[in-house]
């Protein structure tokens, strides 16, 4: 049986109560550094649910410098899935859904950064074509830069 997955593009206070959700991740965030971290951009935030139950969310915005005028580059800045209803094809469904918006929208590359610590979403994205193109050290792990050209 498939389960039926919505993506929904949504708010920011809708994103930040499933990113609470989801004990992986950090909780350094207040919603207010939440909402200034995408104020500077015109970000895209979507949430999938189950049920009408929201279950994941991914969030990533425009990625400009000014050192090279660079403009065709999306940030995939932060998103998960609840440990319910992992291995459902959530996180697959928002990435589909991100990589086509981020296409429509005239980008040419989608950036994103992950850890060793998030083993599934390492191997789903380089199943999916993302190419390992940078690594920083970030505290007792390391931050992997991948970068996807948008053909």
Do not use: C
Not at 2 to 18: L, N, S
Not at 39 to 49: D, E, I, K, R
Not at 83 to 106: C, I, M, S, T, Y
Not at 111 to 120: L, W
């Amino acid at each position: 049986m498939t389960t039926k997955i919505d993506i929904q593009i949504a708010t920011p206070e809708t994103t930040f109560q499933v990113f609470q959700q989801i004990p992986e991740l950090d909780q350094y965030l207040t919603l207010d550094e939440f909402k200034e971290r995408l104020g500077h951009s015109s970000p895209l935030l979507l949430t999938a649910s189950i049920a009408n139950e929201p279950v994941g969310f991914k969030v990533g915005y425009p990625l400009t410098s000014e050192a090279t005028e660079d403009h065709q580059t999306f940030y995939s800045w932060l998103g998960g899935v609840h440990p319910h209803h992992r291995n459902k094809g959530v996180a697959a469904a928002l990435l589909n859904f991100q990589e086509a918006w981020v296409r429509d929208a005239g980008f040419q590359h989608l950036e994103v950064k992950s850890m060793n610590r998030f083993p599934a979403m390492l191997q789903l994205l380089i199943s999916r074509g993302y190419w390992i193109v940078g690594v920083e050290s970030f505290e007792a792990d390391f931050k992997i830069l991948f970068r996807k050209a948008l053909d």
